[in-house]
């Protein structure tokens, strides 16, 4: 089994930027790739970034193309979520996730809930305009 904590979330002004990491506990050797989905209230979730286990192969969503960038430090078993020029449609909880098998397939088609067996608890990013 796999454990995934999240940390980071809060609160900021729109523009400004904030970390999110997630860090794994347990079988993480089995781990071969992790990212990030959000869901703001009444809305579903959304794939935002996944990268291949130890870097390389990245997927962003198109909405966050260019301002979030994610990276794995395989050392640590964390990744990371940078998030820059933060708008307030960005406002939700956000969940780091891992499934042990590739998700490069997954990129062209974007990722979904299902695709990810492992989640963590969530953490909140509030951005206000």
């Known amino acids: 089994q796999v454990q995934l904590m999240e940390r980071g979330g809060g609160s900021v002004q729109a523009g400004g930027s904030l970390r999110l990491s997630c860090e794994a506990s347990?079988?993480?050797?089995?781990?071969?790739?992790m990212g990030w989905f959000r869901q703001a209230p009444g809305a579903e979730r959304e794939g935002v970034a996944a990268?291949?286990?130890?870097?390389?192969?990245?997927y962003y969503a198109a909405s966050v193309k260019g301002r979030f960038t994610i990276t794995h430090d395989n050392a640590k078993n964390t990744w990371y979520l940078q998030m820059n020029s933060l708008k307030s449609e960005d406002t939700a909880m956000y969940y780091c996730?891992?499934?042990?098998?590739?998700?490069?397939?997954?990129?062209?088609?974007?990722?979904?809930?299902?695709?990810?067996?492992?989640w963590g608890q969530g953490t909140q990013v509030t951005v206000s305009s």
């Open positions: 996730v891992a499934r042990v098998t590739s998700c490069t397939n997954l990129w062209v088609g974007g990722i979904v809930p299902v695709d990810f067996g492992y």
């Open positions: 347990g079988a993480t050797d089995s781990l071969s790739c």
């Open positions: 990268i291949l286990s130890g870097g390389g192969s990245t």
